[in-house]
């Protein structure tokens, strides 16, 4: 297994790339087919977040999906073990949703999935003389306050089963996962429920007349 490691703002010694792949080499007790892992360590010299200093991103690049995972730590010894034993978990838990029977864990409904959100009655409204205050940020127009961080991503789509879908989000980590389902070629999002539920929804492209 080739580990490959990159630093912004920061130098990288051979000292910490011979530790970095001795920690990296023990993924392969969990995924033999991981075949190159890209060690992205980012530096912030802004001397309020010294508990975030240093940001550092894996990328496991194998025979099957890409698994990616992240983490901030003062340093870069710190933020490896952190970022290491997130996708340890992640290779894990995936490897614990394959030997779950499909059968036993539908994802439920688009309409069952519907009905546990809240409603605008169940939320409430606003009441205020003056309203909402907008604001812009880049393209997006935003209603009233609070912190919005604004990052855009494209990947490229091919087009895949719900169980791998499945998959791939546990392998990322993440609590919903983006794909264009292989059968009916919809653009679907899964995402967790409670342990082994997940949910799913599907868009419906209406097709226009000229």
């Known amino acids: ?6 630093g912004r ?3 990288i010694t051979d000292r910490f790339r011979a530790h970095a792949a001795e920690k990296l080499s023990k993924l392969e007790k969990h995924d033999h087919r991981i075949m190159r892992v890209h060690v992205e360590v980012d530096c912030e ?3 309020r977040q010294y508990d975030q200093a240093v940001h550092l991103e894996l990328t496991a690049y194998s025979k099957g999906p890409v698994i990616r995972a992240e983490a901030a730590a003062p340093d870069k010894m710190a933020a490896l073990d952190l970022a290491l034993d997130k996708m340890a ?3 894990r838990k995936a490897a614990d949703r394959r030997r779950v029977h499909r059968g036993r864990r539908a994802p439920v409904s688009v309409g069952r999935a519907l009905a546990d959100l809240p409603t605008a009655d169940d939320a409430g409204t606003d009441t205020t003389d003056d309203g909402p205050v907008e604001r812009q940020v880049g393209p997006i127009t935003v209603t009233g306050d609070g912190p919005l961080v604004v990052r855009e991503k494209t990947h490229h ?8 879908a499945l998959y791939e989000m546990e392998l990322v ?11 009916s070629e919809r653009p679907s999002v899964v995402y967790r429920r ?7 929804i ?9």
């Open 157 to 164: 789509a091919t087009p895949m089963t719900l169980d791998q």
């Open 9 to 11: 703002n920061c130098e």
């Open 89 to 91: 978990a992640q290779m």
């Open 45 to 47: 010299p802004n001397p």
């Open 194 to 200: 409670r342990g082994y539920d997940y949910g799913v």
């Open 202 to 210: 599907a868009l419906d492209l209406e097709e226009t007349e000229d």
């Open 173 to 183: 980590g993440h609590d919903f996962y983006l794909f264009v389902d292989k059968e």
């Open 1 to 6: 297994m080739d580990v490959v490691v990159t």
